[in-house]
């Protein structure tokens, strides 16, 4: 797993590569601007347009002074700024300063607002005024300039870390924060990227590789992880040539009320389609001819007529998904404990399954160990309380998901996967995915990987990335706005076709 780092491991890592390798940080200074500079080269192809370089007097201030003296080297029309707030000079901004006057470019000081440069909305800021090892709210002449980079609507890049924002803590102060389009930051993802707070101040990230000692990095312990492709690949379980539909397990999907049917429905498919080898549905009554028209494929028990009392089911389930649109009636409650009395089997629990537990924390002490919650943060708010921000948000989820021994799979924009003081960001998906009943889907594709003989975790985090990935591969023939949770189940084997398909040959030069 890519491991998220925080700003002094990160910081440790620059000063284990300079003793490690015989550099200077002067040295890794001009490697890391050339690596940000062949990112906005390739991109820009020349393009006339203005572009505006703003320093602070940092090292992320002469990241862009080596930035500036770059660009202006391959003829861009670049206006280079450097906030004089009487703070101290790095040595290393100082010798690149002194570099870029040698060109002939003088930058600009700024001492006050009226010498602020102005700016369109068509022009590029590259933001290098402070880097990722801020930690308290920029005041001032520096706040001030932040306001009026972010009112130009101009294209905004940070290098490294947008100025304002801290690397491991909520924002303070709201005005005093680049939103940065884009940001470039070095050799492996921050934590504050992935909060769904900080969106407007980096809606684009990539992490550019400086050549960090990779042994020290391998070596740094860390608490939270993104999870790529790369990760995927190895969880994902070949079939065997003479398998059968015994050997991929038996799901049970409960859940279901009154006008409500297309949950469980969806989930059951889910189930079917990520490969389970059998699939039962346990539902009201009033839904049996809505899933046996629906698919024909799985088999349904049925409890009352409009809602689930009894959980009186005769399947002998490889693993259970429960929960999605059951309700929270009195009498499904007190079912829904009972059955968690006598249950067995591993569990997934959605939605009401898990809104039945937020109104009676004691049922928690019933749930198998390693049971897997799929909450939206609404649910999850009933679960665990209220949080101020979203680091305290994380926190509680990581505090709640260790005494209790179980896995959170917080949905959202980088869904996180919590266990055992561990969180995994997933990679994949997009908007098309608010969308209503996706996430009984994912429930069905969660439960019908773990049929299949995945472990709890394994089948979080594959069932995540394939659930999202479906999204992104739809995206290639339809927008946002016309993608439905079927369009999901239907996706299925593109996503898989996606994720396994071989890298690309790389294109053979001509000579």
């Known amino acids: 797993m890519t491991k998220i780092l925080t700003a002094k491991q990160i910081y440790k890592a620059d000063k284990v590569t300079i003793k490690k390798n015989k550099i200077t940080s002067l040295d890794l200074m001009e490697h890391a601007s050339n690596v940000c500079f062949n990112w906005i080269h390739n991109r820009l192809q020349g393009n006339p347009l203005q572009i505006h370089i703003i320093c602070g007097t940092g090292n992320n201030g002469g990241d862009g002074l080596v930035i500036a003296r770059m660009l202006q080297k391959h003829g861009y029309n670049v206006k280079t700024y450097i906030v004089n707030c009487g703070n101290d000079r790095s040595t290393d901004f100082l010798t690149n300063y002194e570099r870029l006057k040698e060109l002939g470019d003088w930058p600009i000081m700024i001492g006050n607002i009226a010498e602020f440069p102005k700016i369109s909305e068509n022009d590029m800021v590259i933001d290098a005024i402070f880097g990722i090892g801020l930690n308290r709210a920029p005041e001032g002449l520096l706040k001030d300039m932040i306001i009026h980079i972010n009112k130009t609507k101009a294209y905004v890049l940070s290098i490294d870390f947008p100025s304002g924002l801290f690397a491991d803590k909520p924002v303070t102060d709201k005005d005093s924060v680049i939103k940065a389009f884009q940001v470039l930051t070095f050799e492996a993802p921050k934590l504050a990227f992935l909060m769904p707070e900080n969106e407007t101040y980096c809606l684009n990230w990539e992490v550019l590789s400086i050549g960090l000692d990779q042994e020290f990095i391998y070596k740094q312990k860390s608490n939270f992880f993104l999870t790529e492709k790369h990760d995927i690949l190895p969880i994902y379980k070949m079939r065997s040539k003479f398998s059968h539909k015994g050997t991929f397990g038996h799901s049970l999907i409960i859940g279901g009320s009154f006008g409500k049917i297309g949950a469980v429905t969806l989930a059951a498919k889910a189930a079917l389609k990520i490969g389970s080898g059998l699939v039962t549905a346990y539902i009201p009554k009033c839904g ?84 897997i919650l799929t909450p939206h943060p609404k649910e999850l708010e009933r679960l665990i309380g209220k949080w101020k921000n979203d680091y305290q948000k994380l926190k509680k989820i990581l505090k709640f998901s260790k005494k209790y021994q179980l896995i959170i799979v917080l949905k959202g924009a980088n869904t996180a996967i919590v266990q055992q003081g561990k969180a995994y960001f997933n990679t994949t998906g997009n908007p098309a995915l608010a969308t209503a009943a996706s996430g009984d889907v994912l429930t069905g594709i969660i439960t019908g990987l773990m049929a299949q003989n995945y472990n709890p975790l394994e089948a979080s985090i594959f069932g995540v990335y394939i659930h999202g990935l479906t999204a992104d591969v739809a995206m290639q023939n339809m927008v946002y706005e016309t993608f439905t949770a079927s369009d999901i189940i239907y996706n299925l084997s593109n996503a898989f076709i996606n994720l396994l398909a071989p890298p690309p ?7």
Request: glycine letters at 6%.
């Open 288 to 371: 049996y001819t809505v899933l046996q028209t629906a698919i024909p494929e799985a088999m349904v028990e049925v409890d009352t007529e409009n809602e689930l009392q009894h959980f009186n089911f005769k399947t002998k389930p490889t693993v259970i998904g429960i929960g999605m649109a059951m309700g929270t009636s009195d009498k499904t409650k007190e079912g829904f404990i009972q059955f968690l009395k006598n249950n067995t089997s591993p569990l997934v629990i959605d939605a009401d399954g898990i809104n039945c537990i937020a109104k009676d924390k004691e049922i928690l002490k019933l749930l198998p160990q390693n049971t």
């Open 505 to 511: 040959k790389p294109q053979q030069e001509n000579i």
